[in-house]
C-alpha cells in the first residue's frame, strides 16, 4: 500500500474522528454481471462500535456487497464511504481503515507466516516495534505458534490459513472488520476465540461488518441483522428493540424467503 501523505492523513484523522458518521454506508448500490443484476439497490448503514451481519441464501448479494465496500469489484450505481469517505475518490485511504477477512484464505504461500504478517504490516506502515507487539496478542489469541509462524503457508491446514488470515486483518489496529464467512475450517476452539474477539473488539468502540451462514453466530454476536434477499435488504433487525427475534432469527429468515423452518 503506498503511503498516505500526512495532509491526506490530517483529512482521514478529521473524517474519521467525527462521531456522527456511519462506519459503512451504501446508498442504493447496483451491481450487474453481464446481463444479471445480483445488487438492486442496497441500502444499509452500519454504525460505529456496533456488530452489523448479513444474512441471506447464496447468490443474494452478500459477498458482492463486500466486494464492492472493499474495493475488490467496481459498482454500476450508488455510493458508498467508510468512516465518511467515498471509497471511489479515497480508495488508498479507505482501505487503510479496516482489516478483512475473505471467505477463502488467499495469501503468498511461499512465505513463511511470520513474513506474511510482517509484509501485510509493513503496507500498513505499521512499526516494527508494534508489529512485534500486534502479533504477540494475536497470536496469543488464535495460537498458531512460533513453528507454524516459520513455516511456508502453502504447508498450512484450511484452519490454518484461516488464522492466519485473522491475524492479517488485525495486525494494524483497524477501526472497521469486514468478515466475510470467518468461521469456515476453524475448530470448536478457535471459533469461540474468534466470537470472544468480535464481542471485545467492538466493546472497544470499533466497528464489525459480517457475513455468515451461520444463523447462530449472527444471532449471538450482532447487534442488527439486514437479510437480503433478490439484491435488496428484505428486512432490517435491530435485536435492541426487537429482542425476542434473536433467538427466533431462523424463523424470520424462512419467512423472508417464503419457507418454512426445518
Same mark, same amino acid.
Given at each position: 500500500m ?5 495532509k ?5 484523522? !478529521?473524517?474519521?474522528?467525527d +462521531?456522527?458518521r456511519?462506519?459503512v454506508?451504501?446508498?442504493n448500490?447496483?451491481?450487474s454481471?453481464?446481463g444479471?443484476?445480483v445488487l438492486?439497490?442496497i441500502? /444499509?448503514?452500519? !454504525?460505529r462500535?456496533?456488530?452489523?451481519g448479513?444474512l441471506?441464501? *447464496?447468490?443474494v ?7 464492492? /465496500?472493499?474495493?475488490a469489484?467496481?459498482f454500476?450505481?450508488g455510493?458508498?464511504? /467508510? ?6 475518490e479515497?480508495p488508498? $485511504?479507505?482501505?487503510s481503515?479496516?482489516?478483512?477477512v475473505?471467505?477463502e484464505? =488467499? ?6 507466516g ?6 501485510? &504490516?509493513? &503496507?500498513?506502515?505499521v512499526s ?5 507487539? *500486534? =502479533?504477540?496478542f =494475536?497470536d496469543?489469541?488464535?495460537?498458531l505458534g ?7 503457508t502453502?504447508s ?10 485473522l491475524? &492479517?486483518?488485525l495486525?494494524?489496529?483497524?477501526k472497521?472488520?469486514?468478515l466475510?464467512?470467518?468461521?469456515? %475450517?476453524?475448530?470448536?476452539m478457535?471459533y469461540?476465540t ?10 472497544? %468502540?470499533?466497528? #464489525?461488518?459480517?457475513?455468515?451462514h451461520?444463523i447462530?453466530l449472527i444471532s449471538?454476536?450482532?447487534? !442488527?441483522? &439486514? #437479510? =437480503? ?6 428486512t +432490517?433487525i435491530?435485536?435492541?428493540r426487537?429482542? +425476542? ?7 424470520v429468515?424462512?419467512r423472508?424467503?417464503? $419457507?418454512k423452518? !426445518?
Open positions: 503506498a503511503k498516505i501523505s500526512k491526506t492523513q490530517v483529512a482521514i484523522d !478529521r473524517v474519521t474522528g +462521531l456522527s456511519d462506519a454506508t451504501m446508498k448500490v447496483h451491481k454481471y453481464g444479471h443484476e438492486k439497490g441500502d /444499509i448503514s452500519v !454504525r462500535g456496533e456488530i452489523f448479513l441471506g441464501k *447464496n447468490g448479494g452478500k459477498s458482492t456487497s463486500i466486494d464492492c /465496500i472493499i474495493g469489484k467496481d454500476d450505481e455510493e458508498i464511504d /467508510i468512516f465518511g469517505l467515498p471509497i471511489d479515497y488508498l $485511504e479507505a482501505k481503515l479496516y482489516g478483512y475473505p471467505s484464505p =488467499l495469501m503468498y504461500e511461499e512465505m513463511t511470520y513474513e506474511y504478517l510482517q509484509f501485510v &504490516a509493513s &503496507a500498513y506502515g516494527q516495534e508494534s508489529f512485534e507487539k *500486534n =502479533l504477540a =494475536l496469543g489469541k488464535f495460537e512460533e513453528e507454524a509462524l516459520s513455516r511456508a502453502g498450512y491446514s484450511h484452519g490454518m490459513k484461516q488464522k492466519e488470515g491475524i &492479517a486483518s495486525i494494524h489496529n483497524p472497521l472488520w469486514i466475510d464467512e470467518p468461521t469456515v %475450517g476453524l475448530d470448536v478457535a469461540e474468534l466470537v470472544s474477539m468480535m464481542k471485545s473488539y467492538s466493546k472497544n %468502540g470499533n466497528t #464489525i461488518l459480517l457475513t455468515s451461520n447462530d449471538d454476536v450482532c447487534d !442488527r441483522v &439486514a #437479510i =437480503l434477499n433478490d439484491g435488496k435488504v428484505a +432490517l435491530d435485536f435492541a426487537e429482542p +425476542l427475534k434473536r433467538k427466533d432469527l431462523k424463523l429468515f424462512f423472508v424467503y417464503g $419457507e423452518a !426445518r
